[in-house]
């Protein structure tokens, strides 16, 4: 029962990994991937082919869940006015980092040393959708398609 139940385990962190990375990366024809369960899954099966990568995702899920990371983000900054008694400009406004942007920025930093240092563990890594063949090829459509009509505008 123990090697099932990781496997399963296995399998919904890849999903989630995988729909994680579908939601942040934009390819062109991304609405028929969402739309057909069928392209969808076999753009799934070629992610789980692909390598595994560092994920800075996974790590500040360590510390975060994702309602606190958006409550950090619309955290207000408190800001130095760079105005003087008699309202003469005599700095650029300061705007000081929360509390939560400088925990991120040292979560940040220990993610990269541990990368570097090869102290990663392998749970804080995922696959990569941008390295399947799939998003390549649509990738290279779309530019090829954008450089087409950008030609087509001057050529007018």
Do not use: W
Request: aromatic content about 10%; overall charge positive; glycine content about 6%.
């Amino acid at each position: 029962m123990g090697k099932e139940r990781i496997k399963i385990n296995s399998g919904m962190k890849s999903k989630r990994d995988f729909i994680s990375e579908f939601q942040k990366i934009e390819f062109p024809f991304k609405d028929t991937f969402k739309n057909d369960k069928i392209f969808r899954k076999e753009l799934f099966n070629e992610f789980l082919k692909t390598d595994k990568k560092p994920s800075l995702r996974l790590y500040i899920g360590k510390f975060y869940t994702k309602k606190q990371i958006a409550e950090g983000v619309s955290e207000p900054h408190n800001q130095t006015p760079g105005i003087n008694s008699g309202h003469r400009i005599i700095a650029a406004n300061i705007v000081a980092s929360t509390k939560f942007e400088i925990r991120l920025r040292k979560i940040i930093s220990d993610f990269d040393t541990k990368i570097h240092k090869g102290e990663l563990e392998k749970k804080y890594y995922c696959h990569d959708l941008e390295q399947t063949n799939t998003i390549q090829t649509l990738k290279e459509i779309g530019t090829t398609i954008e450089k087409n009509l950008f030609l087509l505008e001057v050529s007018d």
